[in-house]
């Protein structure tokens, strides 16, 4: 074979092995947004509150998360009991730094109707 034919064939191995890393990386952060969605969304099913809070959409960037509510209220909780346990249990288990509550704009029935479709669903 010739130089040219090594060189590149080394160099489509090496553009192969770049690609793998790159998707083995981004499939690594989905799955650490996964739970940490999971891990949001078990929190506040065990206190009750999922129904009352109506979640709309959770987006986890980096080292930190905005949690869009339509009553970020019950989220915070009294004196801020349940969103200070929230940010302590997810700096400690996943190194997440900031908790951001926002306020839905959507309509509560569109709400609704998607919680009541996707119950096993995680994003909303």
Do not use: C
């Amino acid at each position: 074979m010739s130089i040219v034919v090594i060189i590149f064939l080394m160099i489509i191995i090496l553009a192969g092995l770049f690609l793998f890393e790159i998707i083995k990386k981004t499939t690594k952060e989905k799955l650490r947004q996964e739970r940490i969605i999971k891990a949001i969304h078990n929190f506040y099913l065990y206190r009750n509150l999922l129904k009352f809070a109506s979640i709309t959409k959770i987006v986890v960037t980096g080292n930190s998360v905005v949690i869009y509510s339509k009553r970020p209220g019950v989220l915070i909780g009294k004196r801020a009991k349940n969103i200070e346990e929230l940010k302590m249990y997810l700096l400690v288990n996943y190194n997440v730094e900031s908790v951001d509550l926002k306020e839905s704009k959507r309509n509560l029935e569109l709400i609704y109707n998607i919680q009541s479709n996707n119950q096993n669903s995680v994003y909303w």
